[in-house]
C-alpha cells in the first residue's frame, strides 16, 4: 500500500569518514540490483550495480554487498566527500516478464560534514 | 551531447487543465519510463514502453497518458482526471529490456516539477 508523509532515514558523517547505507528488499525472485545517487533537484545518477549470483562487488569508492539469505543491500562509501551528500536510493529487476521494470526503495538521506 | 531531455524544468497546471511533458532522449534505448517522485519518497513507476507503439500501465497510471510514436520520444500527459499532480516527474530510458542484465541500468533525465496554480 502507499505510505504518506514518511520521513526518509538519515545518516550523517564527517567528511574522511567511511558511510555505509542499507537497503531491505522483498521480493526473493529480484536478480539485479542497482543503487542510485540523487542529488536536490536532479534526475537519479547510477552508481552501482550487483548481480544476485554475487556477494560483493567494488566500484571507485564504492562497495556493494548482497545478502540474499536476509534480502539485504548496503552501499559502502569510503572516505566520504562533502560531494557525496545526496539521497541514495536502491532499486531492484525482478527478472523473468519483470524484465526492464524497476522497483525503487524510499531512499536515505546522507549529509556529509566537513 | 547524449542524454535524456526533460522538458519543460518547470510547469504550472490550473484546474481543469491538460499538461504534456516532454521526454527525449539520443541514446538509442529501446525502453522508456516515467516516474512520479514525491517529498520525502522514492519513485513510483507511472508508465512504460519497451518498443515503439507499444505502452504498459505502472504502479500508478490513473490521471495520466503517454505515447510512443518515435524510439526516443515519450510525452506524459498529466490529465484533468489527477487530482493531485503536484510532484517531480522523472523520465528515464534503458537499452534494452531482456537479455544482458546490465541493459536493465535506467538512465535518468533532470526531472520536470509540476505545480498547480
Known amino acids: 500500500g502507499e505510505s504518506v508523509g514518511l520521513h526518509l532515514p538519515t545518516l550523517s558523517v564527517q567528511e574522511g569518514d567511511n558511510s555505509i547505507i542499507n537497503c531491505a528488499y522483498s521480493?526473493?525472485?529480484?536478480?539485479?540490483f542497482i543503487w542510485y545517487k540523487q542529488e536536490s533537484g536532479k534526475g537519479p545518477q547510477f552508481i552501482i550495480d550487483?548481480?544476485?549470483?554475487?556477494d560483493k562487488r567494488q566500484g571507485q569508492r564504492v562497495t556493494v554487498l548482497l545478502n540474499k539469505t536476509v534480502k539485504h543491500l548496503s552501499l559502502q562509501i569510503a572516505a566520504t566527500q562533502p560531494g557525496d551528500s545526496a539521497v541514495y536510493f536502491c532499486?531492484?529487476?525482478?527478472?523473468?516478464?519483470?524484465?526492464?521494470?524497476?522497483?525503487f526503495g524510499q531512499g536515505t538521506i546522507l549529509t556529509v560534514h566537513p | 551531447d547524449g542524454g535524456i531531455t526533460q522538458s519543460p524544468k518547470y510547469l504550472f497546471r490550473k484546474e481543469g487543465q491538460n499538461v504534456t511533458l516532454s521526454c527525449e532522449q539520443n541514446l538509442n534505448h529501446d525502453a522508456m519510463y516515467w516516474y512520479r517522485q514525491d517529498p520525502g519518497q522514492g519513485l513510483r513507476l507511472i508508465y512504460y514502453s519497451q518498443i515503439v507503439n507499444d505502452f504498459q500501465k505502472g504502479d500508478i497510471a490513473e490521471g495520466y497518458s503517454v505515447s510512443r510514436e518515435k524510439k526516443e520520444s515519450f510525452p506524459l500527459t498529466v490529465t484533468s482526471a489527477q487530482k493531485n499532480p503536484t510532484a517531480f516527474y522523472l523520465c528515464a530510458s534503458s537499452p534494452l529490456t531482456s537479455g544482458e542484465l546490465a541493459k536493465n541500468i535506467q538512465y535518468f533525465g533532470a526531472g520536470t516539477r509540476l505545480s498547480v496554480l
Open positions: 550487483i548481480r544476485s549470483n554475487m
Open positions: 532499486a531492484e529487476n525482478a527478472g523473468g516478464t519483470s524484465y526492464g521494470k524497476l522497483t
Open positions: 521480493n526473493s525472485a529480484s536478480d539485479y
